[in-house]
């Protein structure tokens, strides 16, 4: 069992940076590649990026690739999305998911167990 729980996320003004972490319980937590998925009112939850479980390999989608930056520490058991140059389309609820495989994938289904979300509000 592994239970995921996000934080930083807050209202910023767009450009801003935000940096997001996932925190999983667990000493198995490292076994797990993780994945971040986001989800706007009204929207589908999309994937945004994925890192496996030893932090040497990463997904990103291209809607983000070159603002956000996914990283690990799996001494202390989280998981960092760094978003930068941030605008109003980012407005959502992020979420973190594990899934127990080396590579992440972009399937939001095949994931295991997920956070409860942290609210990213970006304002113009």
């Known amino acids: 069992q592994v239970q995921l729980v996000e934080s930083g996320g807050r209202l910023v003004q767009a450009g801003a940076s935000l940096r997001l972490s996932c925190v999983g319980s667990?000493?198995?937590?490292?076994?797990?590649?993780v994945g971040w998925f986001r989800q706007a009112p009204g929207k589908a939850r999309e994937f945004l990026v994925g890192i496996s479980r030893d932090g040497r390999s990463a997904k990103y989608e291209d809607s983000i690739l070159g603002r956000f930056t996914i990283s690990r520490d799996n001494a202390k058991n989280t998981v960092f999305l760094q978003m930068n140059s941030l605008n109003t389309e980012d407005t959502a609820i992020y979420y973190c998911?594990?899934?127990?495989?080396?590579?992440?994938?972009?399937?939001?289904?095949?994931?295991?167990?997920w956070g409860q979300g942290t609210q990213v509000t970006v304002s113009s």
């Open positions: 667990g000493r198995t937590f490292s076994s797990y590649a």
């Open positions: 998911a594990a899934l127990l495989n080396y590579y992440s994938d972009s399937d939001a289904s095949r994931y295991d167990y």
